[in-house]
C-alpha cells in the first residue's frame, strides 16, 4: 500500500517563485526524504529529514516535518526552468527497518 | 566514481517469456533494491536484498524473483512476462538505515 502521498499532483509557476509540496504519510517513520526526478531519467536524492528533526535546509531547499500530523513539506524557493521535474518524499517506516515507500509525486514546471 | 546501471535500458518481450532485468552498483552496498514505476502509483517495492544470499519480496513481488550471489549485483527475473509487467524499473541501492538511495537510470519493459 502507499505511504506517502504528494499534494498537489501538479504544480505550474513562474520562474523566480516559490514551490511549495506536501507529502503526508500514514505510519511512524525513522526518516523522510525527498527526490527529483526530471523525464525519463532516474531519481535523484535530495535531502533526508530524520524523525526528531522539525527543518532542514539544503541550498534553496527547505523541508519540514511535523511527525504528529504525519506530513511533510518540500520548498524550493527561487524557482529555475531547471527545477522542472517530479518530486518525490519516501518514508523510512520504523516497522520495516530499510525499506522506503514512495508516493505518487508532484509535477512540477517552471515556466521561463 | 561509484554508480549504479541497468541494463538493457529498453525491452520488448512477448507474453510468457522469461526476462532478466541487470543491475550492477559499484558503491559496495550491501542493501539493494528493485521498483517499478507506473502512472498513479509511484514507485512500488518489488524486492530487496540486505546482502549476499539474502532476498525478500516487495508490496508487488508475484511474478518477479531475485538472486544476489554477489555484492555488486541484483538480477530481475520475470519468470513469464504479463501485460501487467509493462512498466519502467529502478534498481537501487543504499548504505544502510536512515541513508539516501543511488538509482539506476531505469529499464523501460514493455510486454506485447
Known amino acids: 500500500s502507499q505511504q506517502g502521498e504528494e499534494d498537489p499532483q501538479a504544480l505550474s509557476i513562474q520562474e523566480g517563485e516559490n514551490a511549495t509540496m506536501n507529502c503526508s504519510y500514514k505510519?511512524?517513520?525513522?526518516?523522510l526524504q525527498w527526490y527529483r526526478q526530471n523525464s525519463g531519467r532516474g531519481l535523484v536524492h535530495l535531502i533526508l529529514i530524520r524523525s526528531n528533526e522539525r527543518e532542514k535546509h539544503s541550498g534553496r531547499l527547505r523541508v519540514t516535518l511535523d511527525t504528529s500530523k504525519k506530513s511533510s513539506s518540500l520548498l524550493i524557493t527561487a524557482s529555475r526552468a531547471a527545477d522542472t521535474a517530479s518530486y518525490f518524499c519516501?518514508?523510512?517506516?520504523?516497522?520495516?527497518?530499510?525499506?522506503?515507500?514512495f508516493g505518487t509525486g508532484t509535477s512540477l514546471t517552471v515556466i521561463p | 566514481d561509484a554508480e549504479i546501471t541497468q541494463s538493457p535500458r529498453h525491452k520488448i518481450t512477448e507474453t510468457g517469456r522469461q526476462v532478466t532485468l541487470a543491475c550492477h552498483q559499484t558503491?559496495?552496498?550491501?542493501?539493494m533494491f528493485w521498483y517499478r514505476q507506473d502512472l498513479g502509483h509511484g514507485l512500488r517495492l518489488i524486492h530487496y536484498s540486505y546482502g549476499v544470499q539474502d532476498t525478500n519480496k516487495g508490496e508487488v513481488s508475484d511474478g518477479y524473483s531475485v538472486s544476489r550471489s554477489n555484492t555488486e549485483d541484483l538480477p530481475l527475473t520475470l519468470e513469464s512476462a504479463a501485460s501487467s509487467q509493462t512498466s519502467v524499473y529502478f534498481c537501487a541501492s543504499t548504505q544502510g538505515v536512515g541513508y539516501e538511495q543511488y538509482f539506476g537510470p531505469g529499464t523501460r519493459l514493455t510486454v506485447t
Open positions: 558503491w559496495n552496498h550491501n542493501n
Open positions: 505510519t511512524s517513520i525513522n526518516n
Open positions: 519516501a518514508t523510512g517506516r520504523a516497522d520495516t527497518g530499510n525499506q522506503f515507500y
